[in-house]
Every structure is written in structure tokens, then in C-alpha cells.
Nanobody
């Protein structure tokens, strides 16, 4: 059974940085598609970034403008989301999710992701 555990959220001032972690377990192979999504208070969930370790690609939402970086640990058991130059509008619950049935996927369509971890709250103060 594939499981994801997100962590690393917290309170940070605007302009600061945080690194989120998504610990992954239960994959049948060493490769995966994992994405980060976020949901701000009163808003719909939106995609942030995706990594596909099998084909070696990363994908980012346009609105990020280069502020966030997704990566995987050398042992591929953890996916990180490095968030720099944080803004108050980045305040949200951040979720990681995986697509175990589409090993070629590289995007942020929620319908492609069937397994979700619990969220981690990121609060950016102004």
C-alpha cells in the first residue's frame, strides 16, 4: 500500500523560506510521480509542482515564477518542496499526492492522483 506523509509546515515571515517533505513508502518500483498541491482558506485546491523520477522531469505552476523547487532525495524515499521568497498568499495547507497508475504523467491535474497524504499547514505572515 502506497502511503505519503507530508511535513515541514510552520509559520514564517514574508520573504522567508521553508522546506516541505513528503515521505513516500509502498511503491513497487523505485520510481514515482509525486506532486504538491495546496488549499488556501476559502479557496479551491490548486497544483504547485510535480516530479516524475522515472522520466526525470519536474513541472511547476506558472504562478510560482521560480520561487519553489521540487526535488527527490537520493534514495527516492522523500520528495522535497523548497519554498523561497514566501508571500502571505502562499499561506495554505500543502498536500502531496501520487499517481501510481500513470508512470509517464508530468502535470498538475488532480484527477491523475489517487493517493494523498495528510496536509501540512504553511502560514506566511506579512
Amino acid at each position: 500500500e502506497v502511503q505519503l506523509q507530508a511535513s515541514g509546515g510552520g509559520l514564517v515571515q514574508a520573504g522567508g523560506s521553508l522546506r516541505l517533505s513528503c515521505a513516500a513508502s509502498g511503491f513497487s518500483s523505485g520510481d514515482y510521480v509525486i506532486a504538491w498541491f495546496r488549499q488556501a482558506p476559502g479557496k479551491e485546491r490548486e497544483g504547485v509542482s510535480c516530479i516524475n523520477t522515472r522520466i526525470g522531469t519536474t513541472y511547476y505552476a506558472d504562478y510560482l515564477k521560480g520561487r519553489f523547487t521540487i526535488s527527490s532525495a537520493n534514495d527516492k524515499n522523500t520528495v522535497y518542496l523548497q519554498m523561497d521568497s514566501l508571500k502571505p498568499e502562499d499561506t495554505a495547507v500543502y498536500y502531496c499526492a501520487t499517481s501510481t497508475w500513470n508512470s509517464d504523467y508530468d502535470g498538475l491535474d488532480e484527477d491523475e492522483f489517487e493517493t494523498w497524504g495528510q496536509g501540512t499547514l504553511v502560514t506566511v505572515s506579512s
